[in-house]
């Protein structure tokens, strides 16, 4: 936790000839802030100090602090949670967009103890969409199954997904509770490729709560169809992030 027990007066006049840096003030405040977050081992999801405390400790206004909060809540070191407080971001999940893996495997690989919560598990009719998205006959069913992912006790992602019956006559809620690509690879068939679209979103209410997001800030959502090795299209889904514990990697060469 960072805090001002090693404030004096020497050191209090270093600091007031550092202000006079052609550096903006709030910078320079947001600089110190991320030195002693660093020098302290502020650890995730540990809170910070008070506005009115940190101006305290840097002998700056209020408003410098708030400047100096907001640029390293942009950088995505500390985020506020209203009428609570501002706490240091826990480390990011890096999701490698161009590997094709399953939640349970990337969150095993991660050693975050995956889970799945199931909100939703039916055998229906799908609508124009979903049907034109697998290549779907008139009359053919589909599962639609809505899950909660989970990681160490957190949630990071909702999921939509619609599968074809005909592919998974025997697909159930326990095996949607464990890994979809691991059953999928069980019964015979590879997978083969994802096509997806990315896109920014404002979170609906469901979303906020329950991915346990404090304010409404943009959110990456995933639309996507799955196919074999054959070509056959096994799924549709839609995938939302959690705004503050994933961010996505890639690696572009000329």
Known sequence: MITDDRMDGNEREVEQSMWKSSTPLYKQVANRIREDIVSNGTEGGEAIPTETKLAQMYDVSRVTVRRAVKLLAEEGLVYSVHGSGTYVSEKKIEHDIYKLQGFTEEMSGLHNNPSNEILEFQLTSPDDAVRDSLKLRDGQKVYFV???????????????????YDLFPDLSVNVMKESKYEYIGQKGYTISRRHADLRPILPTGELMDLLHLEESAPMLCLEAYSTLSDGTRF??????YHPVKYTFKFVSEK
């Not at 899950?147 to 957190?154: S, T």
């Open 235 to 240: 799924e549709y889904s839609t995938v939302y």
């Open 146 to 164: 809505k899950r909660l992912r989970i990681a160490d006790g957190q949630p990071l992602i909702l999921e939509e997904s619609y599968l074809p």
